[in-house]
Structure formats: structure tokens, C-alpha cells
């Protein structure tokens, strides 16, 4: 049992984290989580209201076997905020784990890589596991490892846009310079587009819009729960390597031709 | 006395604990996690804790979120 994805002492057969918003109903949010085979779910901090309590998750996450939560800090503007929100989150769920995203611009959602850094060396300090969303910059993705993150996160493509692996040179590079985790955060559309990020050597992904905006939300969760296998399963098979010209897969000796 | 609750002002009786104020709202305790004036709350101290006029109080649960 060598591959697993772990996170300090924390330890995950799953590959695939999901995302809990814009799902249309609970039961289709509860049975996405279990055909994916999730171990790490977010979640977001919202105000109560009383008027509209079925908004609640917690409830029945806590109902699922197997499944850790990870609180988002969606919502902070700064570095101040998401360390509050984090202690919120972490008041509640009682986990370690705190999905660090600040992402000011409601136009773009891009993440504030300056209040993304601060909160995060205070988080650290705080023992959180912190996985920081961030925009695909591998300078910043190495002094957030500096600092003791537990992974990081960067954008495949701006949240919920749905645009793929658009950082995928820069992803590349981050992959090969990182010793935590690198996980595609945002942006994948497709299985196939999740599968590339495993094939890259991604030790896990991030899915949220993709699942809960398909047609069928659960058949999607298993397409990506298989994708990720597959694309975790060729990187450590490893591919072979590609070239400019044809090289022969078949013999090419010409022994039709000296019949003529 | 007048607090203010999730943003909106809210009349609470005085001298009241967090404990009261999660009764009156109903909420599920165990699902909730309080802030007062910015600073988070452990549950322990919910019984203890009490409310002063003009307190910021946010209550706060797990919805779906990315």
C-alpha cells in the first residue's frame, strides 16, 4: 500500500477531493460524495438563517463513513478574515484541515497571493494542515512549502469557469520543484482533463462545479473517481516518451514486395 | 437590549449566555460555531460567556461551499 496521499500524520486512499456548493439538493451532494469515494470534502462557514435552516450540511456529512472535512475560508477579503474564518471552521469540524482561499475580485476569483501567504504562516503556526489556493506561480507555491504547508493548491483555470488545465506548463513546473502535494484546484471541466493533471504526477485533484453542475451529478462523481485512478495509475506506470517522428510499432522488412 | 446578530440588530434580554441566545434561535448546537466582537467562541464557553449590549454576535453553520 505505497500509494496514498498523505498529509502529515493523515493519511488517504482517495485521490479526489471534492467540493460541496452549487449542488441542486443534499441527496445529490450526499450520493456525488459516496460514488466518488472521497475522503476530503470542503465545506463552506455561512450565517445561520432561520428561515432557511436546510442549508445546514452538517448534519448529514457526518453521516458519511470515511469522509474528513476541510472548512474554506470562501468569503475572506484578507489575510485577517481568513484566519478567523479558519478558526471558525476548525471550532466546528473539529479537523485540522483548512482549505485557505482569498480571492477579493468577485470578477475573476483569482486568489490575493500576498493575503494567501500571511494568513498562511499564521495558520501554520496554529497547527492547521493548510492547503492554500493559489494562482499557478511556483515561486510562491515553494515559499508556501517553505513555510509548512501541507499541500498547495493551484488553479487549473479561474473557479467555476470550467476552462481546464490552462496553467498546465506552469503546474508542470511546480510538480517537479515541490516535496507537499500539488493539487489542481479550480477550473477542470472533464475526467479526462482530471486524468491529465494525475498523469502529470498532481497527487490529487480538486472537483467541485464540474460534478455539481453536470447532467447527472453522481455519474459524473464516479467518471472522475475512475479518472483519477486511471491518471494516478499511468503516472506511476509511467508513459513512455514521445518524439517528433513515427518510430515503427511493426516490423517494416519488405518481404511482400520480392514477390513482384 | 440591543445586540447586533448576523448583521442585523436583534433585542436580547440582558445578562444572557450564548446557550440562551442558540435556544431562542433554535439552532442545532452542535452544528454551529459563535463569534463575538471577531473573536471565535469554544463551545465550552457557551454557557458561561454572557452577552453584552451592543455585542456583534455571528452564528454560524456549514453550508456547500468549494
Known amino acids: 500500500m505505497s500509494d496514498l496521499l498523505t498529509f502529515d500524520d493523515i493519511i ?5 477531493l471534492i467540493g460541496t456548493g452549487k449542488f441542486s439538493s443534499i441527496e445529490t451532494m450526499i450520493n456525488s460524495i459516496k460514488a466518488s469515494e472521497t475522503e476530503l470534502v470542503t465545506v463552506a462557514l455561512k450565517r445561520f438563517n432561520k428561515a432557511k435552516t436546510e442549508d445546514d450540511l452538517y448534519g448529514p456529512l457526518l453521516e458519511l463513513k470515511n469522509v474528513t472535512l476541510m472548512p474554506n475560508t470562501s468569503g475572506a477579503m ?33 486568489p490575493d497571493p500576498l493575503e494567501t501567504y500571511e494568513a498562511a504562516v499564521e495558520l501554520v503556526k496554529q497547527d492547521f494542515l493548510v492547503l492554500p489556493y493559489i494562482p499557478a506561480d511556483p515561486v510562491l507555491a515553494k515559499r508556501l512549502e517553505d513555510i509548512g504547508c501541507a499541500a498547495v493548491m493551484p488553479l487549473g483555470a479561474p473557479i467555476g469557469s470550467g476552462r481546464g488545465l490552462a496553467t498546465k506548463d506552469m503546474i508542470q513546473i511546480i510538480i517537479k520543484e ?17 486524468a491529465e493533471s494525475m498523469e502529470l ?42 518524439t517528433e517522428s513515427a518510430v515503427a510499432s511493426s516490423p517494416l522488412t519488405s518481404f511482400l514486395s520480392s514477390y513482384d | ?19 440562551s441566545l442558540l435556544d431562542e434561535l433554535k439552532v442545532n448546537k452542535n452544528h454551529t460555531a ?15 460567556q454572557i452577552i453584552n449590549e451592543n455585542d456583534e454576535v455571528e452564528v454560524l453553520v456549514f453550508v456547500g461551499g468549494g
Not at chain 1, 479558519?86 to 476569483?109: C, D, Q, T
Not at chain 1, 515541490?178 to 482530471?194: C, L
Not at chain 1, 453542475?213 to 514521445?242: D, H, I, T, W
Request: proline letters at 5%; hydrophobic letters at 45%.
Open chain 2, 1 to 19: 437590549m440591543k445586540i447586533i446578530l448576523n448583521g442585523d440588530t436583534h433585542s436580547h434580554e440582558g445578562n444572557q449566555s450564548i446557550n
Open chain 1, 12 to 16: 488517504f486512499k482517495s485521490r479526489l
Open chain 1, 78 to 110: 484578507n489575510a485577517k478574515e481568513a484566519i478567523r474564518a479558519a478558526l471558525l471552521g476548525r471550532e466546528l469540524s473539529k479537523s485540522r484541515f483548512v482549505k485557505l482561499e482569498i480571492h477579493p475580485n468577485p470578477h475573476h476569483l483569482l
Open chain 1, 201 to 242: 504526477g498532481c497527487e490529487a485533484v480538486l472537483i467541485n462545479s464540474a460534478i455539481a453542475a453536470a447532467e447527472n451529478p453522481v455519474k459524473m462523481a464516479e467518471a472522475f473517481q475512475r479518472s483519477v485512478k486511471a491518471g494516478r495509475m499511468a503516472f506511476e506506470a509511467g508513459l513512455m516518451p514521445s
Open chain 1, 178 to 194: 515541490s516535496k507537499v502535494p500539488v493539487i489542481v484546484d479550480a477550473g477542470i471541466r472533464s475526467p479526462s482533463e482530471a
Open chain 2, 34 to 48: 459563535v463569534m463575538i466582537n471577531g473573536n471565535v467562541v469554544p463551545k465550552e464557553n457557551w454557557n458561561d
